[in-house]
Nanobody, 126 residues
Framework: QVQLVESGGGLVQAGGSLRLSCAAS????????MGWIRQAPGKEREFVAG????????YYADSVKGRFAISRDNAKNTVYLQMNSLKPEDTAVYYC???????????????????WGQGTQVTVSS
């Protein structure tokens, strides 16, 4: 049974930091590229960050470049999103997603992922 379980969300003041984790099971994690996608209330989903299967290449939305960092530990089947200098506009539900094709995260796609997590809420207060 495939599972992606996000954790680490919560309430933080503007300028603060959070680290999200996404634990994977039920598939060969090390062969999948991973992405973080978020959705704010009343807004479309937005690609946030992606990382290839090897962990050697990362991709970021312009809105988070320089503030967020994605990483992965294939030995632990986990992908992380370190979020610094958080802003109220970062408030959203954050989902992790897995795809067998690196091109999906490279193109910052919002679709064509094979697996999705249930999401974790991040709320940034001003």
């Amino acid at each position: 049974q495939v599972q992606l379980v996000e954790s680490g969300g919560g309430l933080v003041q503007a300028g603060g930091s959070l680290r999200l984790s996404c634990a994977a099971s039920g598939f060969t994690f090390s062969r999948y590229a991973m992405g973080w996608i978020r959705q704010a209330p009343g807004k479309e989903r937005e690609f946030v960050a992606g990382i290839n299967w090897r962990g050697s290449t990362t991709y970021y939305a312009d809105s988070v470049k320089g503030r967020f960092a994605i990483s992965r530990d294939n030995a632990k089947n986990t992908v992380y999103l370190q979020m610094n200098s958080l802003k109220p506009e970062d408030t959203a539900v954050y989902y992790c997603a897995a795809t067998y094709r690196d091109s999906i995260v490279a193109s910052q796609s919002l679709r064509q992922y094979d697996y999705w997590g249930q999401g974790t809420q991040v709320t940034v207060s001003s």
